[in-house]
């Protein structure tokens, strides 16, 4: 490979077999060198793809802000996320995660603390996000000698979230808060508490955080057999007036209509749920 363009003495670009971008890392790789000269392979430490061209752009904006050791550790973490959580990761976290490590370095080295209310809702409907993100922490605090508040934990969770949804934080505060809402309906409805450690609540809790991110985002899912549905329903009348409280709100707050698969799969989940309460 050449060097296509120098960003600094440690980063340059390239050009891979496929004609896709490189940038790639590595102390020295850049040092004395120039565009066209052959790039050492010994000195790569890491590699980045951005597919999306946007992101790729945003990204080189941040090469010359933040430090080798800050990009390298955001690769590492990145790497632990797409193989622990098994789900699509979408790459703005190459940008959201390296700018907010950076600046969280800065903030503590100031002993500036930045509290996130959202840190119970976090831990509590993110729970695998957030255990990775405890590692993460560690991971930082390791590498730069600090030590992290418990709120920097919810923050980094915050980041691997948004990537799985690929939207915005606001997006996220709104599908927790939905979240939260629907399973007060649900439980005035039924006057219950549930067991939060319990298989069923997890598997509700994961049910509804997608269906929250389907509301936010306005998609819709394929119905299904109708007369499962129509089953269901008249076998568990008191769930599908839960169900329809649920759906109601919908209506009224997000202009959102329930489908029959929905309301189905939501039904089952609720099901399972006051099972373990009997």
């Not at 000698?145 to 934080?169: G, R």
Request: charged content about 30%.
């Amino acid at each position: 490979m050449k060097i296509e363009r120098i960003f600094n003495n440690n980063i340059v670009s390239a050009i891979s077999g496929e004609g896709n971008e490189l940038l790639l890392l590595g102390k020295g790789l850049g040092f004395r060198s120039k565009v066209g000269d052959a790039i050492d392979p010994e000195k790569i430490e890491k590699t980045f793809e951005l597919k999306d061209e946007k992101l790729n752009d945003r990204f080189k904006l941040l090469l010359n802000e933040i430090p080798l050791a800050v990009l390298e550790l955001t690769d590492d973490i990145v790497h632990l996320v797409k193989a622990r959580l098994a789900k699509n990761i979408s790459d703005v976290i190459y940008i959201s995660l390296s700018d907010h490590l950076y600046f969280t370095q800065k903030r503590l080295k100031e002993q500036m603390v930045i509290q996130n209310p959202l840190s119970w809702e976090v831990k509590r409907f993110y729970q695998e996000e957030y255990k990775l993100a405890r590692i993460a922490a560690e991971m930082v605090e390791k590498a730069f000698q600090l030590e992290l508040p418990e709120a920097e934990v919810a923050n980094i969770a915050l980041h691997f979230v948004n990537a799985e949804v690929n939207s915005d934080m606001n997006d996220v505060t709104h599908i927790m808060q939905l979240i939260q809402d629907i399973e007060s309906i649900i439980k005035y409805h039924f006057n219950v508490e549930f067991d939060e450690e319990s298989t069923s609540y997890y598997r509700f809790m994961t049910h509804l955080k997608f269906f929250c991110q389907r509301v936010i985002m306005a998609e819709k899912v394929e119905e299904t057999d109708e007369f499962l549905y129509q089953t269901f329903k008249k076998s568990h009348p008191d769930i599908f007036i839960c169900i329809d409280k649920i759906s109601a709100f919908l209506e009224k707050n997000y202009q959102f209509t329930m489908s029959h698969s929905e309301k189905f799969y939501l039904g089952l989940h609720i099901e399972r749920l006051l099972k373990r309460k009997i």
